[in-house]
């Protein structure tokens, strides 16, 4: 099983990164949460618990991790220390300032 723990919908993706995706198995999606950018340290440990728990549950091969930096730290480190691959998709940032 693939999670998809990000914003970014698999019934969006282009077919190659569904595909690559698919070949762990079937793609779920679980939508990274909203952080509040003024949450202490115990509330990004809390979430962080939570989504890891929520991911675990499903005995994934392979997670998409991608949201606020924190967290995704925190689920990340998680997930390794369980075996869990852990990637990242790679694109074009294109910011205005």
Same mark, same amino acid.
Request: charged share 20%.
């Given at each position: *099983?693939?999670?998809?723990?990000?914003?970014?919908?698999?019934?969006?993706?282009?077919?190659?990164?569904? =595909?690559?995706? *698919?070949?762990? $198995?079937? @793609?779920?999606?679980?939508?990274?949460?909203?952080? =509040?950018?003024?949450?202490?340290? &115990?509330?990004?440990?809390?979430?962080? &618990?939570?989504? @890891?728990?929520?991911? *675990? =549950?499903?005995?994934?091969?392979?997670?998409?991790?991608?949201?606020?930096?924190?967290?995704?730290?925190?689920?990340?480190?998680?997930?390794?220390?369980? $075996?869990?691959?852990?990637?990242?998709?790679?694109?074009?940032?294109?910011?205005?300032?």
């Amino acid at each position: *099983m693939f999670i998809n723990f990000s914003n970014h919908p698999s019934e969006a993706w282009e077919k190659a990164q569904l =595909n690559a995706a *698919m070949e762990y $198995g079937e @793609v779920i999606d679980i939508p990274f949460p909203a952080v =509040n950018p003024y949450s202490n340290k &115990e509330e990004i440990y809390k979430i962080c &618990e939570e989504y @890891v728990a929520k991911i *675990m =549950n499903l005995n994934p091969s392979c997670v998409l991790c991608q949201g606020e930096f924190c967290v995704a730290y925190g689920v990340i480190s998680a997930l390794k220390k369980f $075996g869990v691959k852990v990637v990242a998709a790679c694109s074009e940032r294109k910011s205005v300032e």
